[in-house]
């Protein structure tokens, strides 16, 4: 890679990223897609203290050129450096290449046996009628050099086994999916006693599921759907992009504000190896530990350098692109809520008529929520009497962060290898998320 020279008076960064991937799809047991694939490409961003210019090639023999071309349609400012904006950005040297193409050493042939594997297990499902599974594998190396000094280079990979399937019975029908994201492939391997147990589950709710009653329960919300709430309604309130000359929600969310129970705290990472692992935003920005809620008072809010220079705090890591073709914006990357100091069991046994929400469809909002269940059990007396269909769970951000009453002590993060985090025309990001078992007073439940 040629060093690029700079020219004095602007502020220059290029992220340049490498990236693999192997995908293998089947459809109902037959083998639709079998491919890998390799892609190089850069990002060019150029600042002149009034505005940012932006280039992305595939070129990366030109990309002096680029730069160039960018200068040219800027005007030289010899304070750049004393611009707030770029006193911001902080300067980074690190490599950090921690899994050195590990996936990339596997024979395509061998990722396939290991999905032919899981497929067997599907065969076992009595009332499974239709499936698509797919297995990804994705490796990316990113460097991120700037003008003020910057130099950075790290990697990430990550693998796993998509599945969505469709049981009947009749005229009963039931859709749900598994979900096998890991940062190994012999992590892979030991997964399918897991599948074997969650099909097992679909088909006990599919066959005896009840309806539910509308009204307002005690809800406990798996890991899975703590973190997507976490993520939906909280986590996208906090990407300070949306703050920013919105006078009004800045006092509606100003840091020290009492929002939730004394007992919740929400965390965004990207140190957490997983989906959202990011040890340097595309900014070149050190990742660390953000407390967004610490307990139950707004602590803080994800940041990039504009945004963190508009409203005068401090840079969180959170800068990030889909991939070299955009510029990077404030996005979540692992958003989490710490466990607390109860068992699961313990939490069921405090409700005397409400439930427990074990996976999920979907979930949004913003200042107020919905998250459709999936799979779902009533619970009565402090036990699990009977699976029930209920088709949304619902409330305001605000009244819900206060309502949790309870947290289970573990703690369960989630990757994925497909789907992501949408926003703006960026999709989709990969992010993670998760928690502990969250008991919740007085949700509406339908």
Known sequence: MKNINFKENFYTDIRYENVKE????????????????????????VYDGTRWYYSSTTNLSRIQDEVNKLYSMGKEYKKINEDENIKKLQVNK??????????GKIPMEEKHNLLKEYLKVLKEAKYLKSFKVVYIDNRIVKRIVSSKGTDVTFDKESCGI?????????????KDGFDLGKDSFESLKDGKEKLRKFLNKCED???????????????ILSPQAAGVFAHESFGHKSEADFMVGDETMIKEWSIGKQVGSPILSIVDSGEIVGSGYVPFDDEGTKAGENYLIKNGKLFGRLHSSKTAVSLKEELTGNARALNFEYEPMVRMTNTYILPGKSTLEELISEVKDGFLIDTIKHGSGMSTFTIAPSISYRIKDGKIVEPVKISVISGTVFETLKNVDGLSKELQMLS???????????????????GPYVKVLNMNVQ
């Open 94 to 103: 690190a490599e950090y290449l921690k899994y050195n193409d590990a996936l």
């Open 416 to 434: 994925f290898v497909t789907g992501g985090c949408g926003k703006m025309d960026q999709f989709p990001l990969p992010v993670g998320f998760g």
């Open 205 to 219: 709710f599919l066959i005896n599921s009840k309806n539910v009653e509308q009204g307002k329960y005690t809800v």
């Open 22 to 45: 192997s995908k293998i799809v089947y459809l109902d047991g037959e083998l639709q897609e079998m491919k890998e694939k390799q892609e190089k490409g850069a990002f060019i961003r």
């Open 162 to 174: 998509s599945m969505r399937f469709t049981f009947s019975k009749g005229e009963k029908t039931f």
